[in-house]
């Protein structure tokens, strides 16, 4: 190998909510402080990628693009700037480009989207193609959409295409054995063969580099003694309706109830919230908080939408959970509720069956800890460092050197 460290880069395309971000994010640690020590950088689309400075190391920084929004109709649009919508990606495109170029990195890990957001990460692709001695890795959730809707969209955006030109490998961040993206959504041959099933992400590791750099929510809560109910929105774009059921529910004696907004929820519907907490001191709001394993990790139990990293966070703390699905623009969530739901892990309710006196029932009655262990792969962490090193392996003959392995993180 190269005296120079490895050089990892990361895209999060964004959009809706933080998901993209959070998981590049572990993802970027874990290889970080693996034994392969690569520099990381993060080109992530969202504001907040600042708040999550104390929990990176010092080989980790991020760059930040011009923020892009969706509705409930699946219609995008810039989040903050007045620009024209042709005008944003172009900026998006080039600040991508340019920090490529700059950076070479060994290995890009692009989340989700292989030509990125509107086909913005192009010009980039094409460039380290041309350039030679970047390894181009897709990086995928367990689940993407109902399989109808991953095939068209997959169809009207050429992904098979990109990947078949720009990716060696393709790394699923789930379990097969409750989802087998590649059966359900029946990838072609040349397709599948590029996918390597890392297991699901367990979240409880990233608390580690946070417990002595922030300071615990939970202590200022002034949580009462019959514990803390935690509902978690995503994002929040569009978590009011659940946050708004939560808030009116009736919690169990003693219990302290603790809704986290998101950071897109919006003004008006936050006021209304934090006017009724005012009123009900069994209740608090939390507008935004970096690393809600934090408060994972103390909850007695779990409300909440059903995001990729917020179910991985039911699962690796093992908590009695209620999933509210999302089921618009996509059915990602609402088929991952339904699979964890059939073999026990979870409890869910349909959005259109949402309402305080659901969320009452459910809290009222006696919910076990779901039974996880042996049962769910979550060892994904500790499996990238080894894929990292076997995608290189060629080009860094050294790396045939391993095992590789995460160091405690």
Same mark, same amino acid.
């Given at each position: 190998?190269?005296?120079?460290?490895?050089?990892?880069?990361l895209?999060?395309?964004?959009?809706? &909510?933080?998901?993209?971000?959070?998981?590049?994010?572990?993802?970027?640690?874990?290889?970080?402080?693996?034994?392969?020590?690569?520099?990381?950088?993060?080109?992530?689309?969202?504001?907040?990628?600042?708040?999550?400075?104390?929990?990176?190391?010092?080989?980790?920084?991020t760059?930040?693009?011009?923020?892009?929004?969706?509705?409930?109709?699946?219609?995008?649009k810039?989040?903050?700037?007045?620009?024209?919508?042709?005008?944003?990606?172009?900026?998006?495109?080039? #600040?991508?480009?340019a920090?490529?170029?700059?950076?070479?990195?060994?290995?890009?890990? #692009?989340?989700?989207?292989?030509? &990125?957001?509107?086909?913005?990460?192009?010009?980039a692709?094409?460039?380290?193609?041309?350039?030679?001695?970047? !390894?181009?890795?897709?990086?995928?959730?367990?689940?993407?959409? @109902?399989?109808?809707?991953?095939?068209?969209?997959?169809? !009207?955006?050429?992904?098979?295409?990109?990947i078949?030109?720009?990716?060696?490998a393709?790394?699923?961040?789930?379990?097969?054995?409750?989802?087998?993206?590649?059966?359900?959504?029946?990838?072609?041959?040349?397709?599948?063969?590029?996918?390597?099933?890392?297991?699901?992400? @367990?979240?409880?590791?990233?608390? /580690?580099?946070?417990?002595?750099?922030i #300071?615990?929510?939970?202590?200022?809560?002034e949580?009462?003694?019959?514990?803390?109910?935690?509902?978690?929105?995503?994002?929040?774009?569009d978590?009011?309706?659940?946050?708004?059921? *939560?808030?009116?529910?009736?919690?169990?004696?003693? +219990?302290?109830?603790?809704?986290? /907004?998101?950071? *897109?929820?919006?003004?008006?519907?936050l006021?209304?919230?934090?006017?009724?907490?005012?009123?009900?001191?069994?209740?608090?709001?939390?507008r *935004?908080?970096?690393e809600?394993g934090?408060? *994972?990790?103390?909850?007695? !139990?779990?409300?909440?939408?059903?995001?990729?990293? +917020?179910?991985?966070? #039911?699962?690796?703390?093992?908590?009695?959970?209620?999933?509210?699905?999302?089921?618009?623009?996509?059915?990602e969530?609402?088929?991952?509720?339904?699979?964890?739901?059939?073999?026990d892990?979870?409890?869910?309710?349909?959005?259109?069956?949402?309402?305080?006196?659901?969320?009452s029932?459910?809290?009222?009655?006696?919910?076990?800890?779901?039974?996880?262990? &042996? !049962?769910? @792969?979550?060892d994904?962490?500790?499996?990238?460092? &080894?894929?990292?090193?076997?995608?290189? /392996?060629?080009s860094?003959?050294?790396?045939?050197?391993?095992?590789?392995?995460?160091?405690?993180?």
């Open positions: 190998m190269n005296s120079d460290k490895l050089r990892i880069a895209y999060s395309p964004g959009i809706v &909510g933080l998901g993209h971000l959070r998981r590049n994010l572990l993802i970027s640690q874990a290889l970080v402080k693996s034994s392969l020590q690569p520099v990381s950088l993060i080109i992530a689309e969202a504001r907040e990628a600042s708040a999550y400075v104390n929990t990176m190391p010092s080989e980790m920084d760059v930040t693009l011009p923020g892009l929004s969706k509705n409930v109709n699946g219609e995008c810039p989040r903050y700037l007045n620009l024209p919508f042709d005008e944003m990606i172009k900026l998006r495109s080039n #600040v991508i480009r920090t490529l170029e700059d950076f070479e990195p060994d290995v890009l890990i #692009v989340d989700n989207l292989p030509r &990125g957001a509107y086909r913005e990460l192009d010009p692709l094409q460039y380290l193609k041309s350039k030679g001695g970047t !390894r181009c890795v897709l990086g995928l959730r367990d689940v993407l959409d @109902d399989p109808d809707a991953v095939q068209r969209d997959w169809c !009207r955006w050429q992904n098979e295409l990109a078949r030109e720009h990716y060696e393709i790394w699923v961040y789930g379990d097969p054995s409750i989802y087998n993206l590649l059966i359900e959504c029946q990838f072609p041959k040349d397709v599948a063969s590029k996918v390597r099933y890392t297991g699901y992400l @367990d979240q409880r590791p990233r608390l /580690a580099p946070v417990e002595d750099e #300071v615990d929510p939970f202590e200022r809560l949580v009462s003694d019959g514990g803390l109910i935690l509902c978690l929105v995503g994002g929040g774009q978590g009011d309706r659940l946050a708004q059921a *939560f808030i009116d529910s009736e919690l169990p004696a003693r +219990t302290t109830g603790v809704i986290v /907004a998101g950071p *897109f929820m919006s003004l008006e519907a006021r209304k919230l934090t006017q009724q907490a005012a009123v009900r001191p069994c209740f608090r709001i939390l *935004f908080i970096p809600p934090v408060l *994972f990790a103390r909850a007695k !139990r779990v409300i909440a939408m059903g995001g990729y990293n +917020t179910v991985c966070e #039911v699962l690796s703390f093992a908590k009695p959970a209620l999933i509210i699905p999302r089921v618009r623009p996509r059915r969530q609402i088929i991952r509720a339904q699979r964890l739901r059939d073999l892990l979870i409890d869910m309710l349909h959005p259109e069956a949402l309402s305080a006196r659901a969320l029932d459910w809290m009222a009655r006696d919910v076990a800890a779901p039974q996880v262990q &042996g !049962r769910i @792969d979550l994904g962490l500790s499996r990238l460092p &080894g894929l990292l090193a076997e995608l290189l /392996a060629d860094h003959p050294a790396l045939h050197e391993g095992p590789y392995y995460l160091d405690a993180i």
